[in-house]
């Protein structure tokens, strides 16, 4: 099993980034998939998630607004656009899959809770 994220850099305050996952290894279609973050020295933040099938998508309340969660079966990947990105978002990205997506619902704070995990990606936001 692999995720693989893709996609982090430096930008400015207002700046705009997309995030990519990819994935193989397991069923990528039958998992719920979720972003998550970690900035330094906090504790790690769920970010959004999406059903197997993408018909639902959920988002914390500090992203509402500006982040978009997508996926593509087809193709075994997630991704998260992330507009008028501010410093508070800097951290770094994970994706992680959730069979029973109970984790896409918001629910997920401890990375044991989530089935797999990447290395993730990070994302600096800095003038």
């Known amino acids: 099993v692999q995720l693989v994220e893709s996609g982090g850099g430096v930008v400015q305050p207002g700046g705009s980034l997309t995030l990519s996952c990819s994935a193989s290894?397991?069923?990528?279609?039958?998992?719920?998939m979720n972003w998550a973050r970690r900035a330094p020295g906090k504790r790690l933040e769920w970010v959004s998630g999406?059903?197997?099938?993408?018909?639902?998508?959920t988002y914390e309340d500090f992203v509402k607004g500006r982040v978009t969660i997508s996926r593509d079966n087809a193709e075994n990947m997630l991704y998260l656009r992330m507009n008028n990105l501010k410093p508070e978002d800097t951290a770094v990205y994970y994706c992680?899959?959730?069979?029973?997506?109970?984790?896409?619902?918001?629910?997920?704070?401890?990375?044991?809770?989530?089935?797999?995990w990447g290395q993730g990606t990070q994302v600096t936001v800095s003038s």
């Open positions: 290894g397991f069923t990528f279609g039958d998992y719920g």
């Open positions: 999406i059903w197997h099938d993408g018909s639902k998508k």
């Open positions: 992680a899959a959730d069979l029973g997506e109970y984790c896409v619902r918001g629910h997920c704070t401890e990375q044991h809770e989530y089935n797999y």
